[in-house]
């Protein structure tokens, strides 16, 4: 959750720390589970690296 709040941004004074942003996973496990994984293709996109079939 920490690393996908500050990869999306929006900073919070008050706190001192980035927003945590919804992982719209429904608090399930295998959505959770696939939700994670969304939002780590994302950060890895935004940093011009994919993810490949049998790790990394």
């Known amino acids: 959750m920490e690393q996908y709040a500050a ?14 942003q919804k ?12 939700a994670v994984f969304r939002r780590l293709e994302e950060m890895a996109k935004g940093r011009e690296f994919e993810f490949s079939e049998g790790g990394l």
């Open 7 to 20: 990869f999306f941004g929006g900073w919070h004074d008050y706190f001192g720390s980035y927003n945590w």
């Open 23 to 34: 992982l719209g996973g429904g608090h399930r496990a295998l959505g959770d589970t696939e």
